[in-house]
């Protein structure tokens, strides 16, 4: 199997995941705030989260164990570093049709914010906004649980 861009793109809309970990930033130490973009693919065979790891030349496969469904182990592919982030997303530009482009088009936004605002509570504030936005649109904490 050949990965190639339009593959990866039909595979990230219907396995990927766009997420943003944030902190509340305090007034009394607001560089010590973390915020983070991931991007992660979920999957049972390694062989292929292995392929889609080498076209996207980064190195952030893990393995868990499903505790869920018993022993069965999975994979993941994680990608938060800065300059992968940007790489993911001059690679897929605007490309993402299904729903889940509203969520990856929220992300974008959280990464230029991240990356134009020098005020740390400002940035994180409005990040905290970008988050609570994608919360509400994959209906995470009303009792179930989508990735969009």
């Known amino acids: 199997m050949t990965i190639n861009l339009d593959w990866l793109l039909g595979f990230v809309e219907g396995e990927g995941c766009f997420s943003i970990y944030a902190e ?7 560089e010590l705030s973390r915020t983070y973009l991931h991007f992660i693919l979920n999957q049972d065979e390694e062989s292929l989260l292995l392929k889609i790891q080498e076209y996207l030349a980064v ?3 893990v393995s868990h164990v499903n505790k869920m469904w018993g022993s069965d182990k999975s994979y993941s592919l994680r990608i938060s570093k800065k300059d992968s982030v940007g790489n993911l997303i001059l ?9 889940k482009a509203i969520v990856y088009n929220l992300w974008k936004q959280a990464y230029d914010i991240l990356n134009t605002i020098d005020n740390e509570i400002e940035k ?25």
Request: hydrophobic share 25%.
């Open 91 to 99: 690679l897929f530009g605007d490309k993402l049709i299904s729903r």
């Open 59 to 61: 190195h952030n496969i």
């Open 124 to 148: 994180n504030n409005k990040v905290l906004e970008i988050k609570e936005k994608i919360r509400l649109i994959q209906g995470v904490g009303r009792g179930r649980k989508r990735s969009y």
């Open 24 to 30: 509340k930033p305090t007034t009394k130490r607001p």
